[in-house]
């Protein structure tokens, strides 16, 4: 009886109590939004749940690159692509897939080509590694990206130093080989644009065959 009368003086459907809760929660909530920003702010640091799991701090390394020592600091899960590109300024590898499968990011360890986004760098120290930019001294190209560039082999070029590091450590391994063993050292590069038939050109020039189907320089 007694919530009957109290809702009947304060409106249809809404008690007294009910109503005295609900301005009570509105004056908490007014007086919040007058605390100085300061205030709030340490309210909400001393509220937050604890933050746990920070990664282990930046390792200091030194990498071997194309004959010099470069030295930096990187976070133990950095890759080696990631430590060329963002931490020596050694961008001639280039992140395309990040995944191990297109050969964008191509460089050699000790003369192995390997993809450096499958490599952290910590696992680098002691090798020397060598990029694309290895393969001009000045204004003189190696023999593989001239040919690259007398037949025209690229388009868009990510793929392009992946396919120039692959191909001279080919060569490097076996200086004999036939265009098909070249091209079966190559099958881990992708190229998107799909200059395939002018590469075949490069190789068989390289490999001092006869150009492929007449392939000519230039395309």
């Known amino acids: 009886m007694r919530d009957l009368q109290e809702r009947t003086r304060n409106g249809p459907g809404v008690s007294r109590r009910q109503f005295l809760k609900g301005s009570g929660?509105?004056?908490a909530t007014s007086a919040l939004a007058t605390l100085p920003a300061r205030a709030l702010a340490e309210h909400a640091a001393e509220t937050a749940p604890e933050v746990t799991g920070v990664g282990p701090a930046a390792a200091k390394i030194t990498?071997?690159?194309?004959?010099?020592?470069?030295?930096?600091?990187?976070?133990?899960?950095?890759?080696?692509?990631?430590?060329?590109?963002n931490h020596l300024d050694v961008t001639g590898c280039k992140r395309v897939c990040d995944r191990g499968t297109c050969g964008a990011c191509t460089v050699m360890a000790d003369g192995k080509p390997i993809y450096s986004c499958t490599m952290f760098a910590l696992e680098a120290q002691g090798k020397k590694i060598k990029t694309a930019e290895a393969l001009v001294s000045?204004?003189?190209l190696d023999d593989v990206p001239s040919a690259f560039v007398a037949y025209d082999a690229q388009q868009c070029g990510f793929c392009t130093p992946g396919f120039v590091v692959a191909m001279r450590a080919a060569l490097d391994k076996n200086p004999k080989a036939t265009p098909q063993e070249i091209e079966e050292a190559l099958s881990g590069n992708i190229?998107?644009?799909?200059?395939?038939?002018?590469?075949?050109?490069?190789?068989?020039?390289l490999c001092g065959k006869p150009p492929a189907n007449g392939e000519r320089k230039g395309g």
């Open 25 to 27: 929660a509105a004056a």
């Open 63 to 85: 990498l071997n690159v194309n004959g010099s020592d470069m030295t930096t600091s990187v976070e133990p899960r950095t890759t080696l692509l990631d430590t060329l590109r």
């Open 138 to 140: 000045g204004s003189k």
């Open 191 to 205: 190229c998107r644009c799909g200059t395939y038939q002018q590469m075949r050109g490069a190789v068989y020039a």
